[in-house]
């Protein structure tokens, strides 16, 4: 029997597929990953520094609450946007951690701060509806704007600026369209972390035009080096508390990337219609995980400090060794897991092979040739850089920095 939709174009005609598939990309990341894991399967000895996910094991205290959940039967479907006890939870680590006050019908819980991000883009634009994304940055804010039928503005922050947005790139950018200004900090992938003082500064221009909302992403606020202190915008800025919605979750802060519960504060009716689309898309998110992420975010806090600390011993092997790769230069990031070297002078230069390394992807593919995997800045709106996720042991990081080392030292 025929294929049910055969044709010039292989299985399936052009049009079965929807035209929105065309505006994104598979996650460069997850992509990276399984390539990692392809090679490593045909033998060949890769360390992978793509992956973004802490390498610790989730705590026991969080394992033993799901065991204890389970006897207790808490398999059902719950509130679909999280149950009551998730949401207090959450309230209770806003108030906490950030000084934060929500009411219950102001907290929403889902699949990961992934799909809470997701929530927010397709429950608010509309075509033509702009998302201000300071660059570099975490890929999936610029193709969930566009499958949300959003443009994202894309501003690349310098280097030289810490690789942060400047109040006056932020005016320049906004228009009548903004609907979203997305801020993450500690960002992936650059590790720059926004002061009070710098946050205060963009808040002063979010005040003057009232139609941009805010989106924070502070999924890896406890990953911060140096004694740093977090800053997070409705706090600095309580006007604009009600146009900002404040995304966390578990993943990054208790090693939980795997059981997808992400969470965030914001308004009501924001948060209401975000349910909406919840419930006719994923419904509630696992109840054992919601039950994992109360234990998280209510039993003993001082696994995530001593996760950070280690974090932190990593990034003082990782960068220097870097930067004594001749031609790499690496900012020290001031938090979450990942270093971001430039590998502008390397550009121009000839491998062994004869290869000229004529931008960053020759870069990352010749680094891959070495036996180190890590993702072309490209990918983050930002180049010339290469990501390499630091949530891997340090012996294995000293290896991988060598092999750079050598690899560098053999450009000419
Ligand atoms: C900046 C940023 N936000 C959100 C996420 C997604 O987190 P979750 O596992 O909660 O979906 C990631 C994961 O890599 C991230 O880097």
């Given at each position: 029997m025929a294929p049910p939709c055969g044709g010039a174009h292989g299985?399936?005609?052009?049009?079965?597929?929807?035209?929105?598939?065309?505006r994104i990309k598979h996650s460069p990341s997850n992509a990276a990953t399984q390539k990692v894991r392809e090679l490593r399967a045909q033998g060949r000895d890769i360390i992978g520094l793509t992956i973004g996910e802490p390498d610790f094991p989730t705590p026991d205290n969080v394992k033993r609450a799901v065991v204890e959940a389970m006897a207790r039967d808490e398999t059902r479907y719950t509130t679909v946007d999280g149950t009551d006890e998730m949401k207090d939870a959450a309230r209770l680590k806003f108030k906490r951690e950030n000084g934060l006050d929500y009411g219950r019908d102001q907290i929403t819980v889902a699949n990961g701060a992934k799909q809470i991000v997701f929530n927010a883009m397709m429950a608010t634009l509309t075509p033509g509806d702009e998302v201000i994304i300071p660059a570099p940055y975490w890929v999936s804010y610029l193709d969930m704007a566009l499958v949300a039928d959003g443009t994202p503005v894309a501003v690349a922050c310098s280097e030289d600026n810490g690789f942060k947005l400047t109040p006056a790139q932020l005016e320049a950018a906004i228009t009548p369209r903004t609907k979203w200004l997305v801020i993450n900090?500690?960002?992936?992938?650059?590790g720059a972390v926004y002061s009070r003082a710098e946050l205060a500064a963009l808040a002063e221009v979010l005040l003057r035009h009232p139609q941009v909302w805010i989106l924070t992403d502070?999924?890896?606020?406890?990953?911060?080096?140096?004694?740093r202190e977090f800053a997070t915008i409705a706090k600095v800025e309580p006007r604009l508390y009600e146009r900002t919605l404040t995304v966390n979750g578990v993943s990054k802060a208790y090693s939980?990337?795997?059981?997808?519960i992400g969470y965030a504060g914001g308004s009501k009716d924001l948060i209401r219609n975000m349910a909406k689309l919840q419930s006719q898309s994923t419904s509630n998110p696992s109840s054992i995980s919601q039950a994992a992420a109360v234990e998280a975010l209510t039993g003993p806090q001082e696994y995530v400090h001593m996760r950070a600390l280690e974090f932190q011993e990593r990034r003082d092997v990782v960068v220097p060794m870097l930067n004594a790769a001749p031609g790499l230069s690496c900012r020290t990031p001031e938090g979450a897991f990942y270093a971001y070297p430039n590998c502008s002078r390397l550009l121009g230069l000839k491998t062994p092979e004869g290869k000229t390394i004529v931008n960053e992807q020759d870069f990352a593919l010749y680094m891959l040739d070495n036996g180190v995997a890590g993702i072309q800045g490209e990918a983050y709106g930002l180049s010339p850089y290469v990501r390499l996720s630091i949530a891997t042991d340090l012996a294995s990081l000293r290896e991988a920095c060598q092999r750079i080392q050598r690899a560098c030292a053999a450009l000419s």
């Open positions: 299985a399936y005609p052009m049009s079965f597929f929807a035209p929105r598939l065309n900090s500690p960002c992936n992938p650059s502070d999924i890896y606020e406890h990953l911060l080096f140096d004694d939980m990337t795997g059981w997808r």
